[in-house]
């Protein structure tokens, strides 16, 4: 049986303008659903699950389907794409119905709590080498509607200060490495900004390993001019939208519409769009309320990782525990990759059912948190008994 905070829940559906009903003050298990015997029990597991992606109806896997390829294949926004972010915002969901319950309690099944699962997790890791990778927004920091305000909180940078001392650890993320690093404000970790385009190594700190290479890493340099450019493009063909940031992220671009009225996100939508088609160097991709616009280059978060654990001397070590968490879409693209390596984990941190290729969950930075405390703690205490053997 998987535990599951209900007052928690309770508190933010009530942020969220959420119908709570009596049917939520439950502790998840498979009684009562049909099919009961199709759900696995996790807790029983001794190693990290490998469970199919997902927690979505067919109606939505078709859905979000469909909007990939489009995005893919460069469509233009449609109502479609709209009616996706309204389904996938919490503020629009009026109630709990039976089968949102069942979706929510087999998707938590599928995507159990890391905390819950920490015995198992730590267990599967035993000989081997741990290496963090943790996104920014919305897994160190809170989502805030002004970017240049996700701040993380002291609390949160000791916690990634510790951890750094006993693993190796990166931050990935959307954001200009520089602008990341001004708000993490930490020498001692790799730092891979503008979605792994832009990779730097700790200026202070020990190695980890023997084969560690000095980083300093951009695969996409030669678009810079360009993304300058259409940066400024943007600035402009955006300013009639209210609510409407645009972020130069160095080595890409980030349109936040977080403050922007409901009806106005496909206008915007299409106003990118007819930019970004002027420039076939550049794609674009849907992320957390926000339009990221990339070079055309095979290079991700995915990418990023391996290219991190190759410079850590870890790239064809059958020794290493790489965990990656993060919140956004743009993370799906590492925790694929930790998929196909069948090597480590990725946690999604999310307080709703999402797609995922994950294998955990946690719910907020909060929890984030915590699992980055608890996993000091459990190594530090693992080298002080290995020690009294001595």
């Not at 360009?226 to 940066?231: A, P, R, S, T, W």
């Not at 850590?312 to 743009?330: E, K, Q």
Request: charged letters at 25%.
């Amino acid at each position: 049986m998987v535990s599951f905070n209900i007052e928690a829940e309770r508190e933010n559906m009530a942020n969220q303008n959420v119908l709570i009903v009596d049917a939520f003050n439950l502790t998840l298990s498979t009684e009562g659903l049909p099919n009961p015997s199709i759900y696995s029990i996790a807790s029983q597991q001794k190693r990290p699950p490998v469970v199919p992606c997902g927690g979505y109806t067919n109606k939505k896997k078709i859905m979000l389907q469909n909007l990939e390829t489009n995005a893919a294949a460069g469509a233009r926004p449609n109502n479609c794409w709209v009616e996706s972010i309204r389904a996938s915002s919490p503020t629009h969901m009026k109630s709990i119905t039976p089968s949102l319950l069942e979706e929510k309690r087999a998707w938590i099944i599928r995507h159990p709590s890391a905390l819950d699962m920490f015995h198992e997790i730590t267990e599967a890791s035993k000989g081997k080498q741990i290496v963090m990778f943790l996104d920014y927004d919305g897994t160190l920091s809170p989502i805030v509607e002004n970017p240049d305000r996700a701040f993380m909180s002291g609390k949160m940078r000791r916690a990634v200060r510790q951890l750094a001392k006993y693993f190796p650890t990166a931050i990935v993320t959307g954001r200009c490495r520089d602008k990341v690093y001004d708000f993490v404000k930490l020498a001692e970790l790799y730092y891979a900004g503008s979605h792994g385009m832009d990779i730097k190594g700790p200026t202070k700190g020990l190695k980890y390993n023997q084969k560690s290479k000095v980083v300093n890493f951009q695969p996409a340099s030669e678009f810079l001019p360009l993304i300058d450019k259409v940066y400024k493009v943007l600035v402009e063909k955006t300013k009639s939208t209210p609510g409407a940031r645009v972020e130069n992220n160095k080595f890409c671009i980030s349109v936040h519409f977080r403050c922007v009225d409901e009806k106005k996100w496909n206008d915007l939508a299409q106003k990118v769009k007819e930019v970004v088609n002027e420039y076939p160097q550049l794609n674009w991709r849907q992320g957390r309320m926000v339009m990221e616009i990339r070079p055309k280059i095979e290079w991700d978060k995915g990418k990023a990782l391996e290219f991190l654990l190759e410079c850590l001397g870890f790239a064809d070590c059958s020794n290493v525990f790489p965990v990656y968490i993060g919140d956004d879409t743009t993370d799906e693209d590492a925790f694929k990759i930790l998929r196909k390596r069948e090597q480590g984990f990725g946690i999604l941190v999310s307080k709703f059912p999402k797609k995922t290729s994950a294998s955990y969950s946690l719910r907020e930075p909060d929890e984030v948190m915590d699992f980055l405390q608890k996993l000091v703690r459990w190594k530090r205490d693992s080298a002080d008994t290995t020690k009294s053997k001595v």
